[in-house]
């Protein structure tokens, strides 16, 4: 079984909506929880880090489910510039895992 | 804050050189940095990972003499691809631990294309 592991989608949703993707993870140790975004051709950018009380950045929500061990992010109102390959990672303590990736494409 | 750089941004070389790539944290010291290959429109592999003043622990399939890392100070990795070959033109992407927290923070990337 993959440490992480991610729908990869693709998503496409038009502007405007509401999207939201899971991510699980098997070590029910894991320590610390992020979301990162990935543009084509580039590096992952750190999005935001996941707390256990969920955390919020403007459109952007993500939760913690550490009994059913997964990761949550949901993004509102999309805009054309969300478009893009979102990664989960998981911090064991021992190591970073991370997730295959969702790809997102909002369409106008 | 947390920015890392990489050099080159790119390169292309022939068969059979081996190429160097520099991985630096800029305003943080990084007691351990990731190396990771990207192919086109495939997820993240991570192929080393290293400590300061000590060796790299490489992933299973990775050849660790092909694939030379060196982590000599705390705000400076390099990764060297030695006899480099068409099979290895991918895209490498370091990161970097700040120390004390457990985020790792990725480098631009370095597309390499071996012809």
């Known amino acids: 079984r993959k440490e992480v592991e991610q729908d990869p989608g693709p998503f496409n949703v038009p502007e405007g909506a509401t999207v939201a993707f899971n991510c699980t993870y098997s070590?029910?140790?894991?320590?610390?929880f992020f979301w990162y975004r990935q543009d084509c051709r580039k590096e992952p950018k750190l999005l935001m880090s996941v707390y256990s009380s969920g955390n919020e950045d403007g459109r952007f929500t993500a939760q913690l489910n550490r009994a059913s061990q997964y990761i949550s992010l949901l993004i509102r109102d999309s805009k054309l510039s969300d478009s893009a390959t979102y990664l989960c990672a998981v911090n064991t303590g021992n190591q970073f895992y991370f997730g295959t990736g969702t790809s997102l494409t909002v369409i106008p | 804050g947390a920015v890392v750089s990489q050099h080159p941004s790119w390169v292309i070389c022939k068969s059979g050189t081996s190429v160097k790539i520099e991985c630096r944290s800029l305003d943080f010291q990084a007691t351990t940095m990731f190396w990771y290959r990207q192919f086109p429109k495939q997820s993240l592999m991570l192929m080393a990972t290293s400590n300061e003043g000590s060796k790299a622990t490489y992933e299973q399939g990775v050849e660790k003499d092909k694939f030379l890392i060196n982590h000599a100070s705390l705000t400076l990795s390099t990764l060297t691809v030695t006899s480099a070959h068409p099979e290895d033109s991918s895209f490498y992407i370091c990161?970097?631990?700040?120390?004390?927290?457990?985020?790792?923070?990725f480098g631009p990337g370095t597309r390499l294309t071996v012809l």
């Open positions: 070590n029910s140790a894991s320590q610390s």
């Open positions: 990161s970097a631990e700040a120390r004390g927290t457990d985020t790792q923070y």
